[in-house]
């Protein structure tokens, strides 16, 4: 038996994942639409694979049949995760995905009793999203038990954007922004708030977005009121900024669709291997029960690079027996600590 599969392995992420894991010794099963890519793929390592749609329930379930758990990379998420998951369910394997939406991971969630009754652990966000801000969250949440608000800020410098996340978030624009407040994923306009924040090296200004944490660290750390902040480029806030006015002209499934091949025709595959190993990120997680207010800061290496040490070293301990029934984030199955154990990252008390 395989120790586990590789669905959209022949993306940019799913490349750096599976480079990693035969780092690491393991040899998964490599899976997705396109069998001239994956045959390529699996020729330069020496892997076995398999050629279906997600939509294709008969081939889905026989090939999660020869694994124990899928790492499933194939995004849009909101267009496949539930698919994959209900295949998972089905056939008793377990659930990872590299995910950073809200909407599945919230979906995840209320599947909770179903993969328990299976046996299996639902697992999303095993990346950049959101393993090292849910691992930052619930550092800070220890630290104050009484903490009603939790705020996010993250910094990405030196990095890009994949073509699977460009496309990821063409398809998701219509959301608008999120965040949560009593307990409630809110829909609130594009660019709803932003901040100066200093991370070490002067202010930067960030703006709200609904980053998977929005879900996530509601469940990890029972915080209410959960709102995160991102810094992008000038040219694009102005962009995310006209979306209130003229964005409903871009909701349609025909311009999604042009759009999304206007990327894979001109956005680069991702950052390249220079920027996956000099580009670094700066997070910040801050609690506060309206007395006291917690902080602490983290840094990680480039955010696609640091998705593939995380998602594999989950792959790892799933294999070991390693994991909890159910849905589960990165910290409540693995701890707080679970990001500081690769190199490059960094944590300190602000």
């Not at 809200?102 to 969630?109: D, H, K, N, S, T």
């Not at 806030?237 to 025909?254: D, K, P, S, V």
């Not at 759009?259 to 220079?274: D, N, S, Y």
Request: net charge positive.
């Amino acid at each position: 038996m395989k120790n586990f599969m590789v669905y959209g392995s022949y993306g940019y992420t799913g490349k750096l994942i599976v480079e990693q894991a035969m780092k690491e010794g393991l040899k998964p099963l490599l899976a997705g639409r396109d069998e001239n890519q994956l045959r390529v793929q699996a020729e330069k390592f020496g892997l076995e694979y398999r050629t279906f749609s997600i939509s294709d329930t008969a081939a889905l379930d026989s090939a999660l049949l020869e694994v124990d758990a899928v790492l499933h990379c194939a995004g849009p998420f909101v267009l496949t995760f539930r698919q994959m998951a209900e295949a998972c369910i089905r056939t008793k394997r377990h659930y990872v995905d590299i995910s950073g939406e809200i909407e599945g991971f919230e979906a995840l969630a209320l599947m909770d009793e179903d993969a328990k009754r299976a046996g299996i652990m639902l697992l999303p966000g095993a990346g950049f999203d959101v393993v090292p801000s849910d691992c930052l969250s619930a550092h800070v949440a220890k630290k104050l038990t009484t903490a009603t608000h939790l705020e996010l800020y993250i910094k990405s410098i030196g990095s890009g954007v994949s073509r699977g996340t460009a496309r990821s978030g063409i398809e998701n624009m219509q959301r608008e922004g999120r965040i949560r407040r009593d307990g409630k994923i809110i829909s609130v306009p594009n660019i709803w708030d932003s901040k100066e924040i200093d991370f070490g090296r002067g202010t930067t200004r960030l703006v709200s977005m609904g980053w998977g944490d929005v879900s996530t660290a509601y469940h990890s750390t029972g915080i209410p009121n959960v709102t995160v902040y991102m810094g992008f480029p000038k040219a694009m806030i102005n962009m995310m900024r006209m979306t209130r006015y003229a964005g409903f002209l871009l909701y349609t499934r025909t311009a999604r669709d042009f759009i999304k091949w206007l990327i894979g025709k001109f956005f680069a595959p991702g950052p390249t291997r220079q920027q996956n190993e000099s580009g670094f990120n700066l997070l910040i997680a801050e609690v506060t029960d309206g007395k006291q207010t917690v902080r602490a800061k983290l840094k990680t290496p480039e955010a696609y690079y640091l998705t593939a040490l995380t998602s594999v070293e989950i792959m790892k301990r799933i294999l070991s027996s390693d994991f909890k029934f159910g849905f589960q984030t990165p910290s409540r199955v693995y701890g707080a600590d679970f990001i500081l154990q690769f190199k490059g990252v960094e944590r300190s008390e602000q």
